[in-house]
């Protein structure tokens, strides 16, 4: 295909470079990697027209999958280069939104009366904006724009409709429905791999979805709409002759290059589809009235809250008077406590409140995105907020109202492992009042990590127990001194795990397990310490620290979906943490993060969110620490097995087959209607130019 | 609607509150495919890579399947993975059944999934006497 001379800036290339995502060890990846750096559809387009004869594509944003979904066989796409050396494909949309806008929707939107940020909390008010973005914009920048909003754009949907309609309600800040718990990916690399949030009732990102703009192997483009958007009776969203002229031009290869396809079975497909169906150059999302969250936390037991899961109607999902919740999170600790019976749950609710202090200064906004320093940057394709994609998570300071707390140890525990500094000096204090005063504090951690009764057995220990108090000691004089600077939190994890657990003496084997239950149960009681505040929903759902330079180096991760009402969850959960413990008593353990939540149904054929009430139990561990890969190993197998039946999630460690991805979405029923679309997108699998390894792996193909 | 399961189990009839007769059906096993009695305490070893589970119970002259659901799961290292799967005397999604005509538990029996009966050497208690409350 022959494309018109572009006004397009050329493809930037690279060759040779590492191809690595953003958990793997440093200085790891794909050796000679093809690179190419789009930042326009005539990019894409002539990348997808033009690539060499057998060889394959894969799109790719900010590399924070952990998937082989995102390797692509030869050449890689970048549409926002990681590294922030090339220019993003990540700008804001007017030509669509409001340009080609279906004049009867756009009426229809004129006749609704958004809520307003700050005032009444009646959340059935459903009215919507339209934000149209190329697909490397990063969540962060997404939020941080939303809530900038869009009035000082003339050529804005916000002023469309005020100056043409009368209707000045969609000015002001807007916001994402949902969230999940970290906004470094692109918006569409999260949604197309089914992130979500653990909103309960909402489904995943990628159902806010309203149209897209999809490039396929060849070069040929398509807009592609569900039938009718939510809430418009029947009405479609754009016009199909204004949409003709904008795409059906030369440069993007004349008006038979170009189709516009309202089918809800194809845009169920290609939402969710690991990047097997092309390039998605933009989509439209729909956008909700900026909103403020209070967000609960408390702490509890796995073995309290258990029965409760299965119960949607139980007070799990409840405010604590009972009241309607709509976020469940639940954190497991994998490491016992209480002789073994027991292991802690951080429980974690969210409603929706009014902003605090008030809607001009909700706290979070300057903490979290800050102001426009830079009213375009090229490299992120537009405005350059102070602290968006900047910033240690939201922390609310418990002695001041409604104010941010300084960073502390506990927000700075991943960018240097200082955190475990302080609970080693707990625990040395602890262990010095049983051993040498020969009693233990009610609220301590050895009285929670032990259980009282008459054996005593632990006092048997006090020879071992002395021994290991020695090596705590050490380990803490190390660390405090110029050698413990540097390190990772997994390898001082790691270092404390190998001396704690793989003791050669039974005695101190026994010790070594106690001491390091007793860490364990300290860390995990300050990390999920009850909490209360109120922010703005960024504030409060974007989880992720982006200073953090340990914890997320060689990381490994998975998330399994399962139904929440099914008490195959329970059994899962249940199986995790009896390995734990068995590991435990073998000299390994399993340091990370492990955490249950909850989502409704998507719209998506692929999409992982397939029941009412779907629950997804995340495990992610750090690599340097000996049993984290073997506990995730062990999850990957039970959720492989047809008897648990769960589903990994797209863009984490996903070592899933054909046979396993065809029974969990029905080989007869979504996966054949998706494969039915891929045919028809790819001339019936004959431009395979976005197969990959991965989608050849897990049966994502025509046949 | 039976209940499939995946690999070697063993089933057994823990309880009963039906008045007349019950039994289960086994069918795509590796040759355990059949009726059994529904009496507690009957035993099955059963194996196969995807076998259903049914229930019916006797009523008018007539055998009818039961209404099926897992009411639980659970893995502990004492007793390994268990699922219970209980039977009601109605047509499935019939609101406030309570699944106990019978009750029949499975032990998988597949030690990829399972490794089974391990018993903790520790034991982490203290007396309570040392215990301080200030």
Known sequence: MALHPSRARPIEVSVGAPWSRKHDLPGTGIEGARVVYPTSLENLIEICAQHAAGTHLKAAGSHWALSDAAISDDLFIETHDPNDVFPAMGRTLYEVVPGCLNE????????????????????????????????????????????????????????????????????????????????????????????????????????????????????????????????????????????????????????????VIRDDDLFNAVLISAGRFGVVYSIVLRAVRQYALHEQRRLTTWEEIRGLVGDPTSTLYSKFDGDPNRFLLIALCLTPHDNFSKHLAGLTRRWNSAPAPNEDHPNGRAERVGVVVDAFDERIGGPRFQFAGNSRVYNPDPHVRNAAAPVSLLESACAEPDIIVGVIEAIIRELRELLEEHTVLVLGAIAAVAAFGAAGALLALVAPLLVILALLVALLELLRGPDGRGHRLGEVMGELA????????????????????????????????????????????????????????????????????????????????????????????????????????????????????????????????????????????????????????????????????????????????????????????????????????TGLEVA | MPEAFFGPWSIRVLDSHFPQRQRFEIRGSDGADGFYDGTPGSTLAVSGQRWTLAMSRREGGEWLPSALRRSAAAFTNADGFVVTVGAADSPPGTPGLDYDDMIVVLDSEDPALDPRRWSNPYDFTLPQRILRFD
């Not at chain 1, 940020?117 to 959340?123: A, C, E, Q, R, S």
């Not at chain 1, 919507?128 to 724009?145: D, F, N, P, S």
């Not at chain 1, 010790?511 to 300050?526: H, K, N, P, R, T």
Request: aromatic share 10%; hydrophobic share 40%; glycine share 10%.
């Open chain 1, 104 to 259: 009867i929707f756009v009426a229809q939107m004129a006749n609704q009366r958004p809520p307003v940020f700050g005032g009444d909390l009646d959340t059935s008010n459903d009215a919507y904006y339209l934000v149209h973005v190329e697909t490397g914009k990063r969540v962060y920048q997404l939020y941080a724009e939303l809530d900038h909003g869009d009035d000082d754009r003339r050529d804005s949907l916000a002023i469309h409709l005020d100056e043409q309609h009368g209707n000045s309600g969609y000015r002001g800040p807007w916001a994402f429905r949902t969230l999940g718990g970290a906004a470094g990916q692109t918006v569409f690399g999260a949604l197309t791999t089914g992130t979500h949030g653990g909103d309960f009732q909402l489904p995943p990102i990628a159902d806010d979805v309203a149209a897209l703009h999809l490039v396929a192997d060849g070069g040929r483009h398509y807009w592609i709409e569900p039938r009718i958007q939510p809430g418009s009776a029947d009405t479609q969203l754009t016009d199909e002759a204004r949409l003709r002229a904008t795409y059906g031009i030369d440069i993007y290869g004349g008006p038979d290059n170009f189709d």
């Open chain 1, 498 to 697: 190998e001396q704690l657990l793989n003791r050669s003496l039974p005695g101190e084997r026994a010790a070594g397990l106690f001491v390091w239950q007793l860490i364990a149960y300290e860390l995990f009681s300050q990390a999920q310490k009850d909490l209360d505040y109120t922010a703005i929903s960024y504030a409060v759902m974007d989880n992720h620290d982006y200073h953090d330079e340990s914890c997320n180096v060689n990381v490994d991760s998975i998330e399994v979906f399962f139904d929440a009402t099914d008490p195959m969850l329970i059994a899962f959960v249940d199986a995790l943490l009896a390995y734990e413990t068995r590991q435990e008593t073998q000299g390994k353990t399993f340091v990370g993060y492990a955490s249950l939540r909850f989502t409704a149904e998507t719209r998506a054929k692929l999409g992982p969110e397939r029941w009412p009430l779907t629950c997804a139990v995340e495990i992610a561990g750090l690599k340097d620490v000996d049993g984290v890969t073997e506990l995730i190993d062990y999850a990957i197998a039970l959720s492989r097995d047809p008897n648990f039946a769960g589903i990994l999630h797209w863009g984490q460690r996903n070592p899933s087959n054909a046979a396993d991805i065809a029974f969990r979405f029905a080989a007869d029923g979504d996966l054949a209607a998706w494969r039915a679309q891929l045919s028809r997108i790819t001339d019936g699998g004959r431009l395979d130019g976005f197969s990959s390894a991965f989608t050849r792996q």
